[in-house]
């Protein structure tokens, strides 16, 4: 005998009376899915934005690239009084 | 990376293979701008299926618990439902393919490149040819390039990475890379630029770079060939036009 047989049939009754909406939670983990993914879209869109940002500095000549030791760093120009000089970093 | 108050913080790109790195190396070539690019586009599709899937997982699990639903649905097709489960993923497969198919076809656009360049792959080593320069004796410009053993590394150099001599390039040039071999199959592969070429003996691969910044980018052999095939890494150097100029002139002399 299963489970559910064992159970009096008013019970067994209101047990299953409160059975799940399909359609709703289709929508529902749609719904999440694409809250949760237009988390990435944003970072994508971000990281997209700082490396257009990025380009479009190294073409005006804002910022140069300096190539010391084979350690790309990016220097901002600041002028004559540019206390930079050749200062390199690990790549991060 | 932030770009607010670079005169503060220099900042470096990451063109080399990191400890504990998860994502891709920094794009330096369009081509793996686009790659990155399609990856992020799949991984938007992939994070919703995942929730979508996750969560009707769990909402069955709970619905369908045995104390909560003594008796067992019986429910064996649903029209309907099958056929919507059929024609969603079609149409998600479509949104994928489309940027997957621009990417591919404008990988195949063929730009007129101003320089060659050889790459000739041996057993723990890479030989590089500059062939559209000829020294006196008509040589064309031809190194060898090793990995510079850990015991002779300078500070700050990279394990496993570094070479003695590096592939000099011009910066924002249109390049064709010729990949080859001289004993058994060997892939001239740099993630920052995008490119992954197998080196087959008896043939020529081909593949055009143009990189779009100055920079050291750092890549590896990416194909099993014997007992060094770890210690063969690749290194290329993207320079001005004027420093590539006298680096040609001086490695001619």
């Known amino acids: 005998m299963t489970a559910a047989s064992k159970l009096p049939a008013h019970v067994a009754a209101q047990a299953n009376k409160a059975s799940p909406n399909l359609v709703k939670e289709i929508f529902y983990g749609i719904g999440l899915g694409i809250f949760g993914g237009s988390f990435w879209k944003i970072h994508h869109l971000n990281e997209r934005r700082k490396t257009e940002e990025f380009y479009a500095r190294l073409e005006a000549g804002e910022i140069t690239v300096n190539n010391c030791k084979g350690l790309t760093s990016i220097h901002q120009r600041c002028g004559s009084s540019c206390a930079l000089g050749g200062v390199s970093s690990m790549p991060h | ?253």
Not at chain 2, 167 to 195: E, F, Q
């Open chain 2, 1 to 253: 990376m932030s770009l607010k108050n670079t005169w503060l913080f220099p900042i470096a790109y990451c063109d080399a293979a990191e400890p504990w790195q998860l994502g891709f190396q920094d794009a330096a070539t369009p081509m793996m701008q686009g790659i990155i690019d399609l990856h992020h586009d799949i991984f938007f599709f992939l994070i919703i299926i995942l929730i979508f899937v996750l969560w009707m997982l769990v909402r069955a699990l709970w619905h369908f618990h045995y104390k909560r639903n003594p008796i067992p649905e019986r429910v064996v097709h649903g029209t309907t439902i099958e056929i919507i489960w059929t024609i969603f993923p079609s149409i998600i497969l479509m949104f994928i393919a489309i940027p997957s198919f621009a990417l591919l076809y404008s990988m195949d656009e063929v730009v007129d490149p101003t320089i060659t360049i050889k790459a000739i792959g041996h057993q723990r080593y890479w030989t590089y040819e500059y062939s559209d320069y000829n020294s006196s004796d008509e040589q064309s410009l031809t190194f060898d390039s090793y990995m510079i053993p850990e015991d002779d590394l300078e500070l700050g150099q990279l394990r496993l990475l570094e070479v003695d001599n590096r592939v000099v390039v011009p910066a924002k040039t249109h390049l064709r890379m010729i990949i080859t071999s001289a004993d058994v199959l060997h892939s001239w592969a740099v993630p920052s630029l995008g490119v992954k070429c197998d080196a087959v003996p008896g043939r020529l691969n081909q593949t055009s770079i143009f990189i779009k910044r100055e920079g050291v980018y750092y890549g590896q052999c990416s194909e099993l060939c014997g007992t060094n095939h770890a210690f063969m890494p690749i290194v290329v150097e993207a320079v001005s036009l004027d420093d590539y100029v006298s680096w040609v002139s001086n490695k001619l002399d």
